[in-house]
């Protein structure tokens, strides 16, 4: 590639912690930086940047993703940072961080301006705050749904510049390789005894109210009445999410099915664990643009179970229409 062909891409994201729109940086520096091209990420940091340093991105310290006195410093920063490395392309991931490069944008010459490029992860409220991303040469949405959520959002304009470009997975970590007895289903059953005979059932995502766990909760109690036994992990991280595990803790208590439930923190494993589990399972109480834990358990090749609704809705739909439940039906999870 000639001087001239590589490009200086800036990524434009609130940190670099986990969470699907992370990852997508994360895996589309990799891809850029493989191409030829320079790539820096403009964030307010986290753990994911040690990766990307060792992708061959650069990480800058950006904190337009803040809601603070920070963001007014950061449109200044972004300035900077634009004219000081000649960028070519950026590719926001999130409102506020567009809202800053808006701002930005009407600092400089039109000849100075870099091609832009919005890429939505997210069903967004409706409002004018939102409909900030659809202001750029090019909008990306991951999902069909983000792309009819979008044709709603701009109330009838003209959204010909969206285009749908779906999340994928590293097809080397996430290969299809369930059904696995050995490796880390073994090493479990070794630590848990008790899960020796039961099925065992994997909800992954964050920790956080609306992700289904309580409808998890309720399947188990479901099937011990008609004497089915199952263990369930959650994994993610615990970390400031104490009080939210307390009371799951209490509700499995209170149906009797403490036993059932497991929540391991947060793991690197999971292509080991989705090969180890008999089901994943989808839950979640909102659609969400895409569920990349749905995504990687299919490529895996687990049975997936979920609502049918949102992304998670989308990818079953295509690959596994067996496990759709309608969303929030209890008897119908049950029988699934």
Not at 101 to 110: C, Q
Request: glycine letters at 10%.
């Amino acid at each position: 590639m000639s001087q001239r062909e590589r490009m200086t891409v800036l990524q434009l994201i609130p940190a670099m912690d986990s969470g699907g729109a992370e990852v997508c940086v994360l895996e589309q520096s990799r891809a850029l930086v493989g191409a030829g091209h320079r790539v820096l990420v403009g964030s307010a940091g986290g753990r994911l940047e040690s990766q990307l340093r060792a992708a061959g991105a650069e990480a800058v310290r950006l904190h337009c993703g803040m809601k603070s006195l920070h963001w007014f410093r950061s449109i200044l920063q972004l300035r900077r940072v634009l004219l000081s490395e000649r960028v070519d392309v950026v590719d926001v991931h999130s409102r506020l961080p567009a809202w800053c490069l808006w701002f930005v944008l009407r600092l400089l010459p039109a000849r100075q301006r870099p091609l832009v490029v919005h890429t939505v992860h997210g069903l967004n409220s409706l409002g004018y705050y939102s409909r900030i991303m659809l202001r750029a040469s090019c909008v990306v949405a991951v999902s069909e749904c983000v792309r009819e959520h979008l044709r709603v959002m701009a109330g009838g304009q003209q959204t010909a510049g969206v285009v749908v470009i779906y999340r994928g997975v590293d097809s080397q970590r996430f290969s299809r390789r369930w059904p696995q007895s050995d490796g880390w289903r073994a090493e479990y059953l070794r630590e848990h005894p008790e899960a020796i005979g039961r099925f065992l059932l994997l909800l992954p995502g964050r920790l956080s109210r609306g992700k289904g766990h309580v409808d998890l909760i309720r399947l188990l109690a479901d099937l011990r009445a008609v004497g089915v036994e199952v263990q369930a992990l959650c994994p993610g991280n615990r970390s400031g999410r104490e009080h939210y595990v307390s009371e799951l803790q209490s509700l499995a208590a209170a149906l009797r099915v403490s036993d059932c439930l497991v929540f391991p923190g947060l793991r690197e494993d999971l292509e080991s664990i989705y090969a180890g589990v008999d089901v994943v399972l989808s839950l979640s109480s909102s659609p969400e643009s895409f569920s990349l834990t749905t995504a990687e358990a299919l490529a895996t090749g687990v049975p997936v179970v979920g609502y049918d609704h949102g992304g998670a809705g989308e990818l079953l739909r295509r690959i596994f229409s067996g496990g759709l439940v309608r969303p929030g039906d209890r008897g119908e999870l049950f029988e699934r």
